[in-house]
């Protein structure tokens, strides 16, 4: 057994581990850092990255079928499924050097490939070394959750672990699941040529204002996918290419399944209770701090921390606990300003409040202003006229922003900027954004938030009305 002895010990290479990592390292702290499977964890190699290389191949499918008024004739496109795996993983491949064991070892960072367990408050074991470190940051990440639905072991099961090397198109896919994993891949899918039926237990979306939601599901039926809702899956049957899911609203057999119904936070095989480190099924239990609230020598990001799980949740995760380990600043994260992106088509975006929990926290003192993708003449130039925008406002202040419709994840960055930053509905209403370009509907909600008070007030019309009068 070696010994070593670090500043800080990092367990997991996935998006924030690696980040905390990359950002230590470079400001010289001696950095030890554990993956027991591969670099990068879930959002490149499970996650994000296949999930939206394959959503764009699926767009790619259904604009060539679909080229709407433009004067092109729609084509019925010849899907190579296999071939659309092999665009995933040469996009995983691309980015991987990034996430590499290599490049963090050139950034000076001592990499070990096992997967850590804690043997006392500050000591990990990971494979035949024992790290004694003065911190510890875990970022474990999640796995997906496969619930003990009965017969569940007699069929096969995919999950995001395993979809993506599928080569062959299924015939039918079945997703356990309405939440953005089941819809996006829902989405690609259907996109590429299979049957897909969504067996959703409640409501699908339901983390998003349903108003935009609504939007988004009449897109997908209206694409051939069928959605179940309020139809908890209860028990699967059958055998080979035929799997029958039982729900109280019916049942439906297809060829593959896939399960899609939420995640399980990798934190019970860390022995975390030798370190004294309080821990429950959501996470580590953290403050805002991040740091463990029953040891203050461990942090946990990402989504070890039991909040939101997000690739850019885990980065800012980074920064907090690196400004607290290395600085020994006061550090807290927030979380009013984290926005989210569901990648259908169109795309669901959220920062901030919803407007029912705007509402709930701000009674009367809530103004919501809308605008309409239909009104904007770039949407209109590129026949993307679905969707709108709302801005939670109290006091001159958007306190949230929900957007669906065409790159509504690029919007909603700036409502992003300005909740993070504490601006005004002035700051974009003065922004002059290039015309025409769709996020002229981000200044076209804030001029929504002034209208009324310019056009409509009697107060600034007799003030125009004296101004006109006295000055030659
Ligand atoms: C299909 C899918 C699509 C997604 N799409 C998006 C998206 O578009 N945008 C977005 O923001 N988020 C998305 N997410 C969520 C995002 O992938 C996660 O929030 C993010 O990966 C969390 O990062 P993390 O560092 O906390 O954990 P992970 O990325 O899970 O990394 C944890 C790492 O720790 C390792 N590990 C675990 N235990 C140990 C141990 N004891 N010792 C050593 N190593 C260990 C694991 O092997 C893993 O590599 C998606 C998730 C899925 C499943
Ligand atoms: N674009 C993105 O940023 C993105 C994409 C995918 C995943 N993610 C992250 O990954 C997390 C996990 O995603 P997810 O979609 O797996 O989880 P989720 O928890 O968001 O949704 C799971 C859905 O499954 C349903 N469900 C649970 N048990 C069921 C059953 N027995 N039968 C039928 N339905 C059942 C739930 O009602 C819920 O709607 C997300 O919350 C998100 O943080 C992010």
Redesign the pocket.
């Given at each position: 057994m070696s010994r070593i002895k670090t500043d800080i010990c990092i367990?997991?290479?996935?998006?924030?581990?690696l980040s905390v990592a990359a950002g230590a390292a470079q400001m010289g702290a001696d950095v030890v850092l554990?993956?027991?499977?591969?670099m990068g964890?879930?959002?490149l190699n499970?996650?994000?990255v296949p999930?939206?290389s394959l959503i764009a191949a699926g767009k790619r499918a259904h604009a060539m079928a679909h080229t709407g008024d433009l004067g092109i004739a729609p084509v019925d496109p010849d899907v190579d499924f296999a071939a659309a795996k092999d665009h995933v993983d040469r996009v995983i491949a691309t980015i991987a050097p990034v996430d590499s064991q290599e490049r963090f070892e050139s950034l000076g960072v001592k990499v070990i490939r096992a997967?850590?367990?804690f043997i006392s408050p500050t000591e990990v074991q990971?494979g035949d070394t024992v790290i004694e470190a003065r911190r510890f940051v875990v970022?474990?990440?999640?796995s997906p959750l496969v619930p003990p639905i009965d017969g569940i072991d007699g069929v096969t099961v995919h999950t995001?672990e395993t979809i993506f090397d599928l080569r062959e198109r299924p015939e039918h896919l079945i997703i356990i699941g309405g939440g953005p994993?089941g819809m996006e891949m829902a989405q690609a899918h259907v996109r590429l040529g299979c049957k897909v039926t969504v067996i959703e237990g409640s409501t699908p979306l339901n983390k998003d204002d349903p108003d935009l939601t609504a939007v988004v599901l009449a897109q997908l039926k209206s694409e051939g996918i069928e959605i179940l809702e309020q139809a908890e899956a209860e028990r699967i049957s059958g055998e080979g290419d035929r799997i029958t899911v039982h729900t109280a609203k019916g049942d439906v057999t297809g060829s593959h399944l896939l399960m899609a119904v939420g995640r399980r936070v990798?934190v019970g095989?860390?022995a975390l209770d030798k370190a004294n480190v309080k821990w429950s099924k959501q996470g580590v239990e953290v403050g805002r701090d991040l740091r463990s609230v029953s040891n203050r020598r461990v942090y946990a990001?990402?989504?070890?921390a039991g909040g939101l799980?997000?690739?850019?949740v885990?980065g800012y995760h980074a920064g907090v606990v690196i400004r607290s380990i290395l600085f020994g600043l006061p550090s807290k994260q927030r979380t009013d300003h984290i926005p989210w992106v569901t990648?259908t088509d169109p795309e669901l975006a959220q920062v901030g409040l919803t407007e029912a929990q705007a509402r709930e926290t701000h009674g009367d003192k809530l103004e919501v202003v809308r605008f309409h993708y239909d009104e904007n003449d770039r949407a209109i130039a590129e026949g993307k006229t679905t969707g709108f925008i709302k801005v939670m406002v109290v006091r001159g202040k958007p306190v949230g922003a929900s957007i669906v419709g065409a790159m509504a994840g690029e919007l909603i960055g700036m409502w992003a900027m300005a909740i993070a930053n504490e601006m005004k509905m002035s700051a974009i209403a003065n922004t002059v954004l290039p015309y025409p370009t769709v996020s002229e509907i981000n200044k076209r909600a804030a001029g929504a938030y002034f209208s009324p008070r310019l056009f409509e007030s009697s107060l600034v019309k007799r003030v125009v009305g004296f101004v006109q009068r006295v000055i030659p």
């Amino acid at each position: 057994m070696s010994r070593i002895k670090t500043d800080i010990c990092i367990i997991g290479a996935g998006s924030g581990g690696l980040s905390v990592a990359a950002g230590a390292a470079q400001m010289g702290a001696d950095v030890v850092l554990l993956e027991g499977h591969k670099m990068g964890g879930d959002c490149l190699n499970y996650g994000c990255v296949p999930s939206k290389s394959l959503i764009a191949a699926g767009k790619r499918a259904h604009a060539m079928a679909h080229t709407g008024d433009l004067g092109i004739a729609p084509v019925d496109p010849d899907v190579d499924f296999a071939a659309a795996k092999d665009h995933v993983d040469r996009v995983i491949a691309t980015i991987a050097p990034v996430d590499s064991q290599e490049r963090f070892e050139s950034l000076g960072v001592k990499v070990i490939r096992a997967f850590g367990t804690f043997i006392s408050p500050t000591e990990v074991q990971a494979g035949d070394t024992v790290i004694e470190a003065r911190r510890f940051v875990v970022a474990s990440g999640s796995s997906p959750l496969v619930p003990p639905i009965d017969g569940i072991d007699g069929v096969t099961v995919h999950t995001n672990e395993t979809i993506f090397d599928l080569r062959e198109r299924p015939e039918h896919l079945i997703i356990i699941g309405g939440g953005p994993i089941g819809m996006e891949m829902a989405q690609a899918h259907v996109r590429l040529g299979c049957k897909v039926t969504v067996i959703e237990g409640s409501t699908p979306l339901n983390k998003d204002d349903p108003d935009l939601t609504a939007v988004v599901l009449a897109q997908l039926k209206s694409e051939g996918i069928e959605i179940l809702e309020q139809a908890e899956a209860e028990r699967i049957s059958g055998e080979g290419d035929r799997i029958t899911v039982h729900t109280a609203k019916g049942d439906v057999t297809g060829s593959h399944l896939l399960m899609a119904v939420g995640r399980r936070v990798n934190v019970g095989d860390l022995a975390l209770d030798k370190a004294n480190v309080k821990w429950s099924k959501q996470g580590v239990e953290v403050g805002r701090d991040l740091r463990s609230v029953s040891n203050r020598r461990v942090y946990a990001v990402g989504d070890a921390a039991g909040g939101l799980q997000f690739t850019h949740v885990a980065g800012y995760h980074a920064g907090v606990v690196i400004r607290s380990i290395l600085f020994g600043l006061p550090s807290k994260q927030r979380t009013d300003h984290i926005p989210w992106v569901t990648y259908t088509d169109p795309e669901l975006a959220q920062v901030g409040l919803t407007e029912a929990q705007a509402r709930e926290t701000h009674g009367d003192k809530l103004e919501v202003v809308r605008f309409h993708y239909d009104e904007n003449d770039r949407a209109i130039a590129e026949g993307k006229t679905t969707g709108f925008i709302k801005v939670m406002v109290v006091r001159g202040k958007p306190v949230g922003a929900s957007i669906v419709g065409a790159m509504a994840g690029e919007l909603i960055g700036m409502w992003a900027m300005a909740i993070a930053n504490e601006m005004k509905m002035s700051a974009i209403a003065n922004t002059v954004l290039p015309y025409p370009t769709v996020s002229e509907i981000n200044k076209r909600a804030a001029g929504a938030y002034f209208s009324p008070r310019l056009f409509e007030s009697s107060l600034v019309k007799r003030v125009v009305g004296f101004v006109q009068r006295v000055i030659p």
